[in-house]
């Protein structure tokens, strides 16, 4: 932005993070079938990737990006579980508490910027899953519940949540900041 002789685009080097106070902030996305990646219809999900650069200031849930309330309306859930380790769900609201995901099982440390990546590939398993840490493809685990009656997620109509997590009436809220979060409706590669 200093350099006075190269020509700068409107807003080029104008992306800020976010800090969000784990009370209450969040962004909201409304919204729109870019963000739906299951096909009940066809008994089917498409890929998907998400990726986004946090800061965690705590040790407890930290979500990145969300869609949907788990168990009523939920699609897909990125974020650090209530362990600060790194999970990516894909959820079947046709069944009762259903869904696939993984997840790296070592906890993220406090006060660490990372660069952190969910891809799926859309194959209705937790297989499908990859996680991504600053760059390099981690060892992960499956984190799913009634994986076996997963058909696919469910296309509805909530909003996508930056720093936002709801499971029933309880919302959990980011503490750090987020910034660069970007959804893909591919699965990208290493």
């Known amino acids: 932005?200093?350099?006075?002789?190269?020509?700068?685009?409107?807003?080029?080097?104008?992306?800020?993070?976010?800090?969000?106070?784990?009370?209450?902030?969040?962004?909201?996305?409304?919204?729109?079938?870019?963000?739906?990646?299951g096909n009940t219809s066809a008994g089917s999900d498409v890929s998907m990737s998400i990726s986004a650069w946090i800061l965690p200031s705590t040790t407890a849930s930290f979500p990145i990006i969300t869609k949907g309330v788990t168990n009523t309306s939920g699609e897909w859930a990125f974020q650090l579980d209530a362990s600060s380790k790194l999970l990516f769900q894909c959820m079947d609201n046709s069944v009762a508490d259903g869904w696939i995901g993984r997840k790296y099982d070592t906890a993220l440390t406090t006060g660490k910027l990372y660069h952190v990546v969910a891809t799926y590939s859309g194959t209705e398993a937790s297989t499908g899953i990859k996680l991504y840490i600053?760059?390099?493809?981690?060892?992960?685990?499956?984190?799913?519940?009634?994986?076996?009656?997963?058909?696919?997620?469910?296309?509805?109509?909530?909003?996508?949540w930056i720093g936002r997590y709801k499971t029933g009436s309880t919302n959990t809220y980011a503490n750090g900041c987020i910034t660069e979060a970007s959804i893909w409706g591919t699965e990208l590669s290493l």
């Open 1 to 37: 932005d200093a350099e006075p002789l190269i020509p700068q685009t409107a807003l080029m080097g104008m992306s800020k993070k976010h800090a969000f106070d784990g009370v209450d902030d969040h962004v909201v996305i409304a919204d729109n079938n870019a963000f739906s990646f």
């Open 134 to 160: 600053n760059g390099a493809e981690v060892a992960i685990v499956t984190e799913a519940n009634d994986e076996a009656s997963y058909v696919a997620m469910e296309a509805d109509s909530d909003d996508v």
